[in-house]
């Protein structure tokens, strides 16, 4: 339990009255909290549109699937690409501006393009706000010349109990044309750490699954750090064929999506690849 000298302890002293109010209101709010107004110190100045680029910030890792002849191993490079780009999608900016901020909301057609140059050659975006009530933003992300595109709409809805709870409306679907196979991929749903000190950062939470149209299954857990132990921003997956069981695992993955994570053989308990977000130089767009 927090005291009453804890609740604003990050706020700036001429923002705490206001961030009282609004932990006040969130806790009697009915509705989907993303509708309401918050105070100006928590606010971003990025538009939620932009998000989209999260996902191919690395673009050496997302087209590393597409020249992986083994369907096996594919699935896992494709599960590695997921896991690291969960840094960016939900801590980069916590990390850069020392809390969560509450995006902008779009305006309905909102289009936000650009494009990665780099050893991966190009790659590009599009992404448009298509819904403003519930506000929905949909994407593409490809890369010509290795055959690879994302695309995938999302949209959240929160909702206040102990803490604020996002659940994660939408999918991704990643197709790879040399072997035109598709990846299913589902939003894991988060929660807000941090609202009471006013230092409000993202935790993942329950699990998402990636399924391909090869054969293959990841299921991925989060969980955070509990009142007594247990690392912040921790993960385990596995992936499995898709008519077998978890039990059945040809890799497993443990880690903190905010650092360092290691893909294994659970047969040989071998480390096959490893990945730090932490090294791992970001393309700017």
């Known amino acids: 339990?927090?005291?009453?000298?804890?609740?604003?302890?990050?706020?700036?002293?001429?923002?705490?009255?206001?961030?009282?109010?609004?932990?006040?209101?969130?806790?009697?709010?009915?509705?989907?909290?993303?509708?309401?107004?918050?105070?100006?110190?928590?606010?971003?100045?990025?538009?939620?549109?932009?998000?989209?680029?999260?996902?191919?910030?690395?673009?050496?890792?997302?087209?590393?699937?597409?020249?992986?002849?083994?369907?096996?191993?594919?699935?896992?490079?494709?599960?590695?690409?997921?896991?690291?780009?969960?840094?960016?999608?939900?801590?980069?900016?916590?990390?850069?501006?020392?809390?969560?901020?509450?995006?902008?909301?779009?305006?309905?057609?909102?289009?936000?393009?650009?494009?990665?140059?780099?050893?991966?050659?190009?790659?590009?975006?599009?992404?448009?706000?298509?819904?403003?009530?519930?506000?929905?933003?949909?994407?593409c992300i490809w890369n010509q010349k290795a055959g690879i595109r994302l695309s995938g709409y999302n949209a959240q809805k929160a909702s206040f109990s102990r803490t604020i709870n996002v659940k994660q409306i939408g999918h991704a679907i990643l197709h790879i044309d040399a072997y035109n196979e598709d990846y299913l991929i589902t939003l894991p749903s988060l929660h807000i750490e941090g609202l009471i000190m006013g230092a409000p950062y993202v935790e993942l939470n329950r699990c998402s699954y990636i399924t391909s149209s090869s054969g293959y299954t990841a299921k991925i857990d989060y969980s955070g750090k509990g009142w007594v132990s247990g690392k912040k921003n921790t993960f385990s997956a596995v992936l499995y064929p898709s008519d077998g069981k978890e039990k059945d695992a040809i890799y497993t993955v443990d880690g903190q999506w905010t650092d360092a994570f290691s893909i294994k053989d659970p047969k040989t308990k071998k480390i096959v690849d490893e990945y730090d977000p932490k090294i791992t130089k970001v393309t700017p767009l």
């Open 1 to 139: 339990m927090s005291n009453s000298k804890d609740e604003g302890a990050a706020v700036p002293p001429q923002a705490r009255g206001s961030w009282s109010g609004f932990l006040k209101s969130i806790a009697s709010f009915n509705g989907d909290l993303s509708s309401m107004t918050a105070p100006p110190f928590i606010l971003s100045t990025t538009s939620l549109v932009e998000f989209s680029s999260y996902w191919a910030e690395h673009p050496s890792v997302f087209i590393a699937p597409a020249s992986e002849p083994d369907p096996a191993k594919r699935a896992v490079l494709v599960l590695k690409w997921f896991l690291s780009t969960l840094k960016q999608q939900y801590a980069s900016r916590s990390e850069k501006l020392g809390s969560e901020k509450k995006p902008l909301n779009p305006f309905l057609g909102e289009l936000f393009m650009g494009r990665w140059e780099d050893e991966a050659g190009t790659t590009q975006l599009v992404s448009e706000q298509v819904s403003h009530h519930p506000p929905v933003t949909a994407y």
